[in-house]
């Protein structure tokens, strides 16, 4: 069973910042459960440097497009090193092997008799990279980026996306699931409705780019080329780069991308994947942005947060659970600092790091830090919980709810600590009940184990320090499957390491 996922290809026009970091963490986080079910993942993410938009950054830095997109595909990966985002394939769109993939796609396109010349004249957005429709203008602006737009007039190569409009209804229709969540699918579904319209797939006078087969004086327009680098980065190392080759690599995928780019990936791409002739991708999820005063946090606007020094005060886990805690995944959400603080604090320091931080203490003081030999009853309130919780993770994971998730997982460390406290093992021990004092620590700290395993695609180092308190090798955690969510998988008589807060509480500043 193969997963593949990918992130969009993030324009190479300046460094990485908190908006583009999101949804990279997200497909990290789904693609970190799915390795945990075992199937074969891939997890795919890139740069998308061709077109007007990047040449122009260049050249504002003095710099020729590859020297400069060098430089910012190195800061995209450094990020997700820093975040701890283990992607298998980083595709950079002008990787030599990717010209010819798009080129005999656009062949495919074209004996299909789907392309065709014309004149052409409209508004167009360099940040979009599209040209727009004059109903959707405010205040003469752009909606996204607030800037300007420009009236173009070129000689074109057409794609007949209006061909396929019956196609992409019948689609729609079969695949209920085809784009979440559901208020994402309406919104596509209403594009379809108003009528679909040709779109211009090649650019005059813009050189940074693959030049059209047909018409080498054009380039292919960043769109048609970037959508294809979903493919490229599927061919093996020493694949030769074909299409062949590459849906051979593990496609259908699924995408993540956000609500601004929906259209592209689920009207546009599946309309030239159903022209080519090859399968569509399996699922597309259309999340929404990151603001900040209600505004699209991004480099246009400048209105961004600066990943690097998150993580650099705060730690990789820290910025991952709270974009995946606190943002429902699909809609639009603020970083408050006070409340990322907050958050941090009540689950992550106090609910799950104080609850296996004092029964840790206990098993040092009364059981020479050796996990007990008990059995812990079907019956047991909190077994019960732990098991309901880890399926109610696992629908959440699969439904993208990452809140929910999160929100399952800690569930557990929450009824964790009113049953410790309400059985009180240390009265126990010191009254004789030894057998019952016992098992309390086992369940308490079992359940602080799956619940680790849990949160682990979201919080990775976290729920590895998790493990090896509880005494499991490197290893262990190294090679964790969702079995290890089965009840009963802390081993009688392991030793538990020193008892070390996993997260230290965080000061909230002093408000002026
Ligand atoms: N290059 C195209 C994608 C091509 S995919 C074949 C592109 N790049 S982008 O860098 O502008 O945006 C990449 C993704 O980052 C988009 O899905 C966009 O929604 C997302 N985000 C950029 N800013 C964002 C926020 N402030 N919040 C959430 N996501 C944001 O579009």
């Not at 910042?17 to 945990?36: E, K």
């Amino acid at each position: 069973m193969h997963f593949t996922c990918t992130t969009p290809l993030y324009y190479a026009n300046a460094a990485p910042h908190m908006g583009s970091a999101y949804p990279t963490i997200a497909v990290d986080c789904l693609t970190r459960y799915y390795r945990l079910l075992g199937y074969q993942v891939l997890m795919v993410t890139g740069t998308d440097e061709h077109g007007e938009k990047i040449a122009t950054a260049a050249l504002k830095q003095g710099l020729d497009p590859q020297t400069h997109c060098d430089q910012i595909a190195a800061e995209f990966q450094r990020l997700w090193q820093v975040l701890n985002i283990k992607y298998d394939r980083f595709i950079r769109t002008n990787d030599p092997r990717h010209a010819p993939v798009v080129q005999e796609f656009f062949q495919r396109v074209w004996a299909r008799g789907d392309i065709y010349r014309a004149a052409y004249e409209g508004l167009y957005c360099v940040d979009c990279e599209e040209y727009k429709d004059p109903k959707d203008l405010i205040q003469d602006l752009c909606p996204i980026h607030r800037k300007p737009v420009f009236l173009r007039q070129e000689e074109n190569y057409f794609f007949a996306l209006s061909k396929y409009q019956t196609a992409l209804e019948e689609h729609f229709a079969r695949h209920p699931d085809f784009v979440q969540p559901v208020i994402r699918f309406n919104e596509v579904k209403g594009w379809l409705k108003e009528g679909l319209r040709d779109f211009s797939i090649s650019r005059a006078a813009v050189r940074w780019g693959i030049p059209l087969p047909p018409d080498p004086e054009q380039t292919i327009y960043v769109w048609f080329d970037a959508l294809l680098g979903y493919l490229t980065a599927l061919l093996a190392p020493d694949d030769e780069p074909c299409l062949k080759n590459a849906l051979a690599g593990g496609w259908p995928a699924v995408h993540v991308v956000g609500k601004d780019i929906l259209r592209f990936h689920a009207v546009y791409w599946p309309a030239m994947l159903l022209s080519a002739g090859l399968p569509l991708p399996e699922r597309i999820f259309g999340h929404g942005y990151l603001t900040k005063d209600g505004l699209k946090m991004g480099k246009s606007l400048g209105n961004v947060l600066d990943p690097f020094a998150l993580v650099e005060e705060f730690g990789a886990d820290a910025v991952r659970y709270y974009f995946l805690k606190e943002i429902e995944f699909g809609q639009d959400g603020d970083f408050v600092r006070t409340r990322f603080i907050h958050t941090l604090n009540a689950d992550l320091a106090n609910d799950l790091g104080n609850l296996l931080n004092r029964t840790l203490g206990l098993l040092r003081k009364n059981c020479n830090n050796q996990i007990p030999t008990v059995t812990i009853p079907l019956t047991d309130p909190l077994r019960q919980q732990t098991e309901a919780m880890t399926q109610q993770t696992a629908q959440a994971y699969e439904g993208l709810h990452f809140p929910r998730a999160c929100e399952s997982a800690l569930e557990i460390a929450r009824f964790g600590n009113g049953y410790i406290d309400q059985r009180a093992p240390w009265k126990l021990f010191k009254e004789g009940h030894r057998v019952e004092a016992e098992a309390v620590l086992y369940a308490v700290l079992e359940a602080v184990r799956i619940a680790a395993v849990l949160l682990a695609p979201v919080i990775p180092e976290l729920s590895g320090r998790i493990w090896s308190q509880l005494g499991f090798a490197p290893a262990a955690y190294a090679q964790l499957t969702w079995a290890t969510t089965e009840w009963g998988g802390l081993p009688s008589g392991q030793t538990v390491a020193q008892a070390v807060p996993i997260f230290l509480r965080l000061e909230q500043e002093t408000l002026a």
